[in-house]
C-alpha cells in the first residue's frame, strides 16, 4: 500500500514492517489528522498496482490509543459473527437446547398474568452472546500498551486487511513496549502506520522501522 501526499513521494506501507511518519511541521501534521479522520480528501491510498483506493477503504484510524478507546465499541459486533462462525456443531447444539429452556422457563412466568403473550421460536446466537455480557477485561482501559497489543490482535482474528493507524504511541509507551510492540507488528505480518509531530528527527529510535521524517521546511527524509 502506498500513501499518496502531493508534493512528496509516495510514502511506502507494507505488511510487517511497521511505518512511522513523523513531522516537524504544523500544516503537515494536520492535514494528515483531517484526512485519517476522513474530514477531507487530499490525500489518497493507492495499491500496488496504483489504482487508488479511499481513505475509509484502505485505512482504519485508531488515533490516540491511550484516550477513550472503547474496544467493546470499536469490535464486539464483528467478534460477535465471528465467535458464530467458529462455533462446533456440538456448540450451537447447546446453545439453542438451553435458550430453549430459558424461553420456557420465561414463557411460564407469563402464565401468571392474564394477557396474551408468547415467545419467540427463534434462536439468535449473536443475541446469546451479548446476553451472555462478552466483553474486553476492564483493566485495558489504563493499559495503553494492552489497549494496542489487544487492537492489533483482535484485527489479526477478524483479518483485517487495512492499514491500522495510530498517533503519539512514543509518548506513552517505554521504549521497551516500543519495540515489543514493532515485533507483535511483524510476528502478525500486519499494516501499521504511525504518525507523530516531532521538532527532531528520531530514524535513530526506530532503526528497525521504516522511517519517514518531513521537516518543518517541507523537506522529506527517508529511512527505508
Known sequence: MKLIYYPFKSFTIDA???????????????????????????????????ELISTTKALKWFGDASICTD??????????????????????????DQSR????????????????????????????????????????STNCYGIIETILKTAKELNEQRILGFMNISDYLTLQELQDLFELIRTLDLTVLIIKFSENQRSAEFNNCRYYYIDQDYVDWRYE
Open 101 to 140: 429452556t430459558l424461553k420456557n422457563v420465561v414463557l411460564e412466568a407469563t402464565y401468571s398474568l392474564d394477557l396474551p403473550l408468547n415467545i419467540g421460536d427463534q434462536i439468535a446466537t449473536e443475541k446469546v452472546l451479548k446476553f451472555c455480557d462478552l466483553h474486553f477485561d476492564t483493566s485495558l
Open 16 to 50: 510487517g514492517e511497521p511505518t512511522i511518519l513523523e513531522t516537524g511541521n504544523h500544516e503537515v501534521y494536520r492535514n494528515l489528522l483531517i484526512n485519517f479522520t476522513d474530514m477531507a480528501d487530499n490525500l489518497n491510498f493507492s495499491d500496488d498496482t496504483l
Open 71 to 96: 474496544l467493546n465499541k470499536l469490535f464486539l459486533p464483528q467478534l460477535y459473527k465471528q465467535i458464530k462462525l467458529n462455533l462446533t456443531a456440538e456448540q450451537n447444539r447447546i446453545i439453542t
